[in-house]
């Protein structure tokens, strides 16, 4: 008789899925849909078109938030007993704003394996055409729905100086896009709505010019804003505030000397080649 310590794991697989165009999906999320034994879906409705479109017969599982706790057991359970099972949301990356943590997570706590099958996030593609900087950004996933809650966030985020990343609903996208020129003053953003389907959009500008194009018409669709980050003001350094940044940086942190460049470069708002300068004469 064969113990339940003889018994090898099945692997969990996190497919990411086409987030409207089904021309997105790669070759290898194909494979593994068809190959593992049961696919655990947030929508099993929207996933068996997806399915039926490459001729996948897999069984499906519904998986959605508010049976994500109970059905996650039933999957663990499968998974401990040896059966591969694949995991996707509606679109896109599951767990980015979409169910999937919770499994995810216990899969983990049981040492299952849990592999990424990677493709199409809302967030990478929006963000990809934005034509805002990009090297660092934050993703804050949806807005607050309530007006004083969304008001507050807001204002928690004014003086951050990296690119913003969220999603709302197109209900509230007016709503939000007054709260944001209000206490964020009329900063550059980009709204994304509809990425790779039909009616996709994508209009860049100011807050209060995306206002005015987008009042004459009936949003529809999911929808991605980024913000553009507050402006720094130059600040003025001297070669001793550099020398003085360059040596806490050597004693407090492991970096290499061209990482330690590009932070200085970056958090100091200076030309690299000042700062590669001051490197290695400091060393010299």
Do not use: W
């Not at 919770?102 to 394996?113: D, F, M, N, P, R």
């Not at 309530?146 to 509230?172: G, I």
């Not at 807050?207 to 669709?221: A, D, W």
Request: glycine share 4%; net charge positive.
């Amino acid at each position: 008789m064969q113990r339940n310590s003889d018994i090898k794991k099945g692997t969990l697989y996190i497919v990411a899925t086409p987030i409207g165009n089904l021309e997105d999906i790669t070759l290898r999320a194909i494979r593994i849909l068809k190959e593992v034994p049961l696919i655990a879906a947030e929508d099993t409705r929207r996933t068996r078109k997806l399915l039926n479109a490459y001729d996948i017969h897999t069984p499906l599982m519904s998986l959605y938030e508010q049976v994500e706790g109970k059905k996650s057991r039933r999957l663990i359970s499968k998974l401990n007993e040896g059966m591969d099972v694949a995991y996707v949301s509606d679109a896109g990356t599951p767990c980015i704003s979409d169910p999937g943590y919770v499994l995810v997570s216990q899969a983990v706590e049981h040492g299952i394996k849990v592999v990424p099958v990677p493709g199409v996030s809302a967030v990478i593609a929006a963000l990809s055409v934005a034509g805002l900087p990009i090297d660092h950004f934050i993703f804050y996933g949806f807005f607050p729905s309530r007006a004083s809650s969304r008001k507050n966030f807001l204002r928690s985020l004014a003086e951050e100086t990296k690119t913003l990343v969220l999603y709302e609903s197109p209900k509230r996208l007016m709503a939000t896009l007054s709260d944001m020129e209000s206490v964020l003053g009329d900063r550059r953003i980009v709204v994304v709505r509809e990425l790779t389907k039909v009616f996709e959009e994508i209009l860049r500008g100011t807050v209060s010019s995306v206002i005015h194009v987008l009042r004459e018409k009936t949003v529809k669709g999911e929808i991605t804003i980024i913000i553009a980050a507050k402006k720094q003001i130059p600040t003025s350094y001297s070669d001793s505030d550099i020398r003085a940044r360059l040596d806490q940086l050597r004693n407090d942190t492991d970096l290499s000397r061209r990482d330690i460049i590009e932070k200085l470069a970056h958090d100091m708002a200076i030309p690299r080649k000042r700062v590669y300068k001051i490197v290695i004469n400091h060393e010299g």
